[in-house]
């Protein structure tokens, strides 16, 4: 004859989420903002692979420029994956952005109760809130269009690359200087 009442917040909410983990902390990304998971393995691909365009690594994806967001670097984490040979990247679109999001793991695809952060950490644009995870540790939820934001990813930069995009891979390495312009309007 026990009973139990349960009051739960109309703040929490349940979604689907992808864990990975970046200089030692775990951090949960909203699958609605996922597009898809890259591997890439062995040294010599991914140097072959992380290009340099505007001083900005990308990973050319289908014929599509990528621009390449290293979490660690972003929330100033110890770079752990030095010398690895391998490479997580975890392509995030949100709005007209899409960048890849390179993680030094990918963990697991859970559902998890989303919190939302206090007070002191509502300025964090980054962050969409927090959940707390069955071992009992907390992982931070990313924001991807914060992490945008935050990384200065712009959808501009996107747009005027297409045209190097669709060049190409044989006829781009025989260039030295290649000249994109575009016309403003």
């Known amino acids: 004859g026990t009973t139990f009442r349960l009051k739960?917040?109309?703040?929490?909410?349940?979604?689907?989420?992808?864990?990975?983990?970046?200089?030692?902390?775990?951090?949960?990304?909203?699958?609605?903002?996922?597009?898809?998971?890259?591997?890439?393995?062995?040294?010599?691909?991914?140097?072959r692979s992380i290009e340099k365009l505007y001083n900005v690594p990308v990973y050319r994806l289908r014929g599509q420029i990528l621009p390449l967001v290293y979490l660690n670097q972003l929330l100033q984490l110890p770079d752990l994956a030095t010398n690895s040979e391998t490479l997580y990247i975890v392509v995030i679109a949100a709005d007209d952005l899409h960048f890849g999001l390179v993680v030094d793991r990918i963990e697991d695809d859970r559902e998890i109760v989303v919190k939302s952060l206090g007070k002191q950490l509502k300025n964090l644009k980054v962050f969409a809130g927090a959940t707390i995870l069955g071992d009992g540790t907390v992982a931070l939820i990313l924001d991807a269009i914060g992490l945008a934001q935050q990384a200065n990813v712009k959808a501009s930069l996107q747009k005027s690359t297409i045209a190097e995009a669709s060049i190409p891979d044989n006829l781009a390495e025989e260039q030295q200087l290649i000249l994109l312009g575009r016309v403003i309007n």
């Open 8 to 47: 739960i917040p109309l703040t929490l909410a349940i979604i689907p989420a992808l864990l990975v983990s970046s200089g030692g902390e775990r951090f949960a990304i909203a699958r609605s903002s996922l597009q898809e998971l890259v591997l890439l393995e062995g040294i010599e691909k991914i140097e």
